[in-house]
């Protein structure tokens, strides 16, 4: 029963490909973020959607485009990759924004590597 | 803006002895504060938060906390270290005046030799 999940777990493709991750929670949670975790480890959020509505986007290229069909998915689109995309994605959710004692729940991470 | 560091990039401990990872932050509100461990090829797991209350908070696999608003620091803290801590730990706090973004800290990697 895990509570989010992401496909695919690896993902590996050539630069210039257009890309997609998907990701589902099952906890019930209205809010749902997408991270980079880089080679160092650094983890960075990069968007974040609050029953459907986009509220964060951080600084993140064009090529990035977030798309939640509902509170329950959060999928990533990414077009044009490049070398410097290849990274360590993870989705993760949390209860109603409000409650700022909610803690994130992280998938299992998608690994990105771009040739 | 909010933000977290974590002053040290590895912390290295002998197993049965106290360990401690630090964590200081800045925000402008009320800080809502937590701590997540990472094992390899997994998401992170949430291990505890401070809210409001006792300034000492207890989490899972016996790891503590200690919140100082005068020091704005939260180190984690445990009294008997086991290998299977060994682990990357992030501290991160979350602003819900910032849309309830978390910002993470850089991680320290914690190793428990035996």
């Known amino acids: 029963d895990t509570a989010v999940s992401q496909t695919p777990k690896y993902l590996v493709t050539q630069m210039g490909n257009d890309k997609s991750i998907k990701c589902e929670q099952n906890?019930?949670?209205?809010?749902m973020y997408w991270y980079k975790q880089d080679s160092k480890k650094f983890l960075k959020i990069m968007f974040s959607?609050?029953?459907?509505?986009?509220?964060i986007n951080e600084t993140v290229p064009n090529r990035f485009s977030p798309k939640s069909p509902d509170k329950a998915h959060l999928n990533l689109h990414i077009n044009s990759l490049e070398l410097g995309d290849s990274a360590v994605y993870f989705c993760?959710?949390?209860?109603?924004?409000?409650?700022?004692?909610?803690?994130?729940?992280f998938g299992n991470g998608t690994r990105l590597t771009v040739t | 803006a909010q933000s977290v560091a974590q002053p040290e990039d590895q912390v290295n401990v002998a197993e049965g002895n106290p360990l401690t990872v630090k964590c200081t932050y800045s925000?402008?509100?009320?800080?809502?504060l937590f701590w997540y461990v990472q094992y390899p090829n997994r998401g992170l797991q949430f291990l505890l938060k401070?809210?409001?209350?006792?300034?000492l908070v207890k989490g899972s696999y016996g790891f503590e906390a200690e919140f100082n608003k005068s020091q704005t620091s939260f180190h984690l803290k445990k009294p008997s270290a086991l290998v299977s801590d060994s682990a990357l730990y992030f501290c991160?706090?979350?602003?819900?005046?910032?849309?309830?973004?978390?910002?993470f800290g850089d991680g320290t990697t914690l190793t428990v030799k035996p």
């Open positions: 991160a706090v979350r602003d819900e005046t910032n849309a309830g973004k978390s910002t």
């Open positions: 401070y809210i409001t209350g006792d300034n």
């Open positions: 925000v402008s509100g009320n800080p809502y």
């Open positions: 993760a959710s949390s209860q109603t924004l409000g409650q700022g004692n909610s803690p994130l729940h």
């Open positions: 959607y609050n029953n459907k509505e986009l509220i």
């Open positions: 906890l019930g949670h209205d809010t």
